[in-house]
Each structure stands twice: as structure tokens, then as C-alpha cells.
């Protein structure tokens, strides 16, 4: 049974080390090679976590539009709502701290409210914490900007988590992965 697991950000080197690339950073930390597939409108690479198949992926449609390529994803490999794990990051928790869950709204989030719109809302996420937007900064310059020193290690700490929050999630469940990981 195949397990997809998205990462949501923005396509391109402009937004590589932004606070809404946050998604991209926790799947290429998943990663076994540089080499990505085309497909789905998403680069794709399959590995094996904890035994379980995985198809990493980061949708390039921009990520207002995620859904459309988790969709495609979702309906080419016949893989269930249940089976999907996406990472996004959110600016209603601290930069680096982790909330995992399994079903719920978008919380703002407007790639998840996108995939939300075309699959349902009963699939897990991980939300990174990307630090709240100051008073008086808009909220798209907010999301687009990169992070200072202190944030950036914080958010580093947390990227390094991914790997064992998989684990966990798959051999024990989203309970589980909640109990050790949600700060």
C-alpha cells in the first residue's frame, strides 16, 4: 500500500528559503537522492520509510492551486485520503514547532484549503511553524520572506524531526506521531 506524503511550497530558487517553502524543505529532508520524476504537475521521487512504500512529492502548480496536482496524484496511484500526509508551513505557531493532525480545516492556509476543496478534509498534516506575521508587514510579504538567524535554526530543529515523525506515523499511527511530536 502506498503511502503519499506532499510538501507545500512555491516552485523556483526565489522562493527556496522562504516561510511558505516550509513544506519543500520537510519532504527533500525525506529525500534519498537529488533525482526527481515530472508527473502530476509535481516532482515525485518513491523511497521507503519504516518498510512502507512512499511517494514524496511538491506540486509546482504555485501553492494556491496544490490540490490540483494532489488530486492527480491521489486518483493516478489509487491512493486514499487516509494514506495522504501533507506538510505545510502556518503562521499561527512559533517558528519550529511542529502540530500534527489528523483531519481538520485549512487554518488559513491556502494550499490546504485548495486540497481540502478537491479531496475532502479527513487527510493528516503536518504544520511547521513559520512565525507570526508582525503587526503593520502584510501577510503575503510575511510568508514570502526568508528567516532571520534564529528562526532559521529553530525551523532546521524542527526539519530534523521529519524523518522520525514518519517513522512513527507509519509503524504506530497519527496518535502516536502527536504524543511525541506536537510543541
Not at 15 to 33: K, P, V
Request: positive net charge; proline residues 4%.
Amino acid at each position: 500500500m502506498l503511502h503519499i506524503f506532499i510538501g507545500l511550497g512555491n516552485p523556483g530558487q526565489k522562493y527556496a528559503n522562504t516561510r511558505h517553502n516550509l513544506g519543500f524543505m520537510a519532504i527533500d529532508s525525506l529525500a534519498e537522492n537529488p533525482v526527481w520524476k515530472s508527473e502530476c504537475r509535481a516532482l515525485t521521487q518513491k523511497i521507503h520509510i519504516a518498510g512502507k512504500d512512499v511517494l514524496l512529492a511538491k506540486p509546482q502548480t504555485f501553492m494556491n492551486l496544490s490540490g490540483e496536482s494532489v488530486q492527480a496524484l491521489m486518483a493516478f496511484y489509487k491512493v486514499k485520503p487516509e494514506n495522504l500526509l501533507v506538510f505545510s508551513d502556518d503562521v499561527n505557531l512559533a517558528c519550529g514547532k511542529i502540530r500534527m493532525r489528523p483531519s481538520g480545516s485549512a487554518g488559513g492556509q491556502n494550499g490546504l484549503k485548495n486540497i481540502i476543496e478537491k479531496i475532502g478534509q479527513n487527510f493528516t498534516r503536518v504544520r511547521i511553524g513559520a512565525g507570526q506575521c508582525p503587526p503593520k508587514c502584510d501577510l503575503i510579504d510575511w510568508v514570502l520572506s526568508s528567516f532571520s538567524k534564529e528562526e532559521k535554526s529553530f525551523c532546521e530543529e524542527a526539519i530534523g524531526k521529519i524523518k522520525a515523525l514518519c517513522e512513527i506515523y507509519l509503524t504506530k499511527g497519527v496518535e502516536a506521531a502527536q504524543n511525541l511530536f506536537n510543541g
